[in-house]
């Protein structure tokens, strides 16, 4: 690791302001940073520690639903009982996520813009557009197990690793933010990160100097929440393919749903024509192979990762037979 500067905000304003200036990190719970410092992926001038900001509470909002600062931890946002009662699936996504220790430091903010696990990203010696724009991709033609199949682009196949953010998709959460005039900006997470494109070093919305402050979730949707996640092994592993699903039905028929993916693209996927199509559907293998229609629709593998598409198919029936059997 090579040496830096460390420094301490005591406002979001000196945070935005520090963070304007090339060489300068924020750093927060540092779960993902340190490691890419310890490999020369990332060489920052300047650390500029923000743990210090008050911005560790959840918040109940007068529309109903949850005000989650950028601060607070991972396993304390699993925890809390107003998000076990109405926020299932995010609940457990968090839970699925890393191991205990990693999730008493990682934060919210963290989580949201936590880098690929691309392992090419990781390693300097080879060529990633996304840590070298220009330089090339190593993953198309080579260890894509892990990589997208969905929104790719010639020039990037990497998936974004979150959990946490596939199901506050699912949930049509707002990334709030500030930038140093005190200007606050709501991000629907739609729009908050960016498929690769070609600028994959562009991953999120956020705009130079702008500090992530909260999460906001609207009141929760009607119907049973799950997460799902399949992976390589049953703790510390990313999703090869994840389902955020919320889904209201009674005896057999699906009032609505909705659906989020992870470990499929460079963001969390949800695409709404499939949630219409269950939308009134009787529960049953026929809607489920329609609905998993929409949501591969365009799908590519790349060799290594071909698996994720009959995986993916898979996955949803599991878990739409699940939420829907009572
Ligand atoms: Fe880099 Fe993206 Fe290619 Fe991975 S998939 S090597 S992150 S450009």
Redesign the pocket.
Known sequence: MRSFVYQRATTTAQAATAAIKPGVKIIAGGTNLLDLMKLQVETPSTLVDINRLPLDKIEETPEGGLRIGALVRNSDLAADFRVRQRYGALSRALLSGASAQLRNKATTGGNLLQR?R?Y??YDVT??????NPGSG????AGFNRI?AILGTSN????THPSDMAVAMRALDATVETVNRDGKARAIPIAEFHRL?GNT?EIETSLRSGEIITAVTLPQPPPGMQVYRKVRDRASYAFALVSVAAIVDSTRGRIRSARLAFGGLAHKPWRITQAEQRLTNATADTRAFNVAADAVLEGARGFGGNDFKIPLTRRTLHAVLADVTKA
């Not at 991709?137 to 198309?140: D, G, M, R, S, V």
């Open positions: 690929t691309c090419y990203f080879k060529p990633c557009n996304k840590r991709c190593a993953a198309l990589h020039d990037c196949i990497a690769p994959p």
